[in-house]
């Protein structure tokens, strides 16, 4: 794993102008003077990397409660990203393959085979078990491991995994190489540029451990354009949450004051009403194609 420390930013390739930020001291972060990206500047191990993504790291979600609903939410989410995929493919495609990269339970890979894709899923912890108990084909190493056929899906998906790849361009230069000429890409990352961010700041939920990378757009967008993508939109994300999902992602990364009144607040809540899924703001999405069809 790339340590950002010695080799300054991981888009710009340059050490000088990288700024320490201080108000979150235990992730060691930086910011790129010329992009923007935000970095950690340490290098994780294997062991560390083992007790981060063990199988209570989803937990939070609040599968283990009430799997059903959180199902619902996600996989919610999911068909509203296809949508807005869709459009952005060269031309109307059959069956066409899709990778989704930290599949997670499944959930893209539901709604991409209920829109007639035929889907794939890579996951390294243990929630991939879930994903092939659901039947799908899921593999359980990593994307640069796998060395996947080249020119061999038509859409690859990459939902809140991009701010864990410590070299991203190392890794979006595999996607294009597994991609179909006229394939795409679709990333949902957080947006370390949104007002949210700049508000927050330590504070803000995505600020963890195991987020390596934060882009804001022009960083992301730099990033595909290096990699020979042309950028088709990047714009705000929305998922679908409800109550006990913001609940449980603030008690987790953000324990504290607002993690304590949302705890209150939920005694005087309906339970219906906890559960009920909302559309909210809260990352960016990006789709872009392989240069060589553009």
């Known amino acids: 794993m790339t340590n950002h420390l010695a080799s300054g930013c991981c888009i710009c390739e340059i050490r000088t102008g990288q700024e320490a930020i201080g108000y979150c001291p235990d992730l060691r972060l930086r910011r790129c003077g010329r992009c923007g990206l935000v970095y950690q500047d340490r290098a994780f191990s294997t062991v560390e990397l083992s007790n981060i993504y063990n199988e209570t790291y989803y937990d939070h979600w609040g599968a ?5 609903t959180l199902w619902a939410i996600k996989v919610k989410s999911c068909l509203a990203y296809l949508e807005l995929l869709t459009p952005s493919l060269p031309v109307p495609l059959v069956s066409p393959s899709l990778l989704d990269i930290g599949c997670a339970h499944g959930f893209m890979l539901e709604a991409a085979q209920q829109r007639g894709f035929r889907p794939v899923g890579i996951e ?5 078990s879930i994903a092939k108990g659901q039947g799908f084909i899921v593999y359980d190493k990593s994307l640069l491991e796998l060395r996947l056929q080249a020119q061999s899906f038509d859409i690859v998906t990459i939902i809140d995994v991009l701010e864990h790849i410590p070299a991203p361009q190392e890794f979006m230069q595999e996607i294009r190489r597994i991609l179909k000429p006229g394939g795409a890409v679709l ?3 957080p947006d370390i540029g949104s007002w949210a961010a ?3 700041k330590g504070k803000w939920p995505h600020l963890k451990l195991e987020h390596v990378t934060y882009f804001n757009r022009r960083a992301l967008s730099m990033l595909l354009t290096k990699m020979e993508f042309r950028v088709m939109r990047i714009r705000p994300s929305y998922k679908y949450l409800n109550f006990d999902y913001i609940l449980g992602t603030f008690q987790k990364y ?3 004051i607002f993690s304590r009144f949302l ?3 939920k005694r005087w809540i ?4 906890a559960k009920t899924s909302i559309r909210f703001q809260t990352e960016m999405l990006a789709i872009a194609r ?4 553009c």
Request: proline content about 10%; aromatic content about 4%.
């Open 124 to 128: 390294v912890s243990p929630a991939g």
């Open 254 to 256: 953000t324990p504290g």
């Open 270 to 273: 309906p339970e219906r009403l």
């Open 64 to 68: 283990k409660q009430n799997f059903e």
């Open 187 to 189: 990333i949902v990352t």
């Open 198 to 200: 700049k508000i927050m």
């Open 290 to 293: 392989r240069t060589d069809a």
């Open 263 to 265: 705890q209150i607040t």
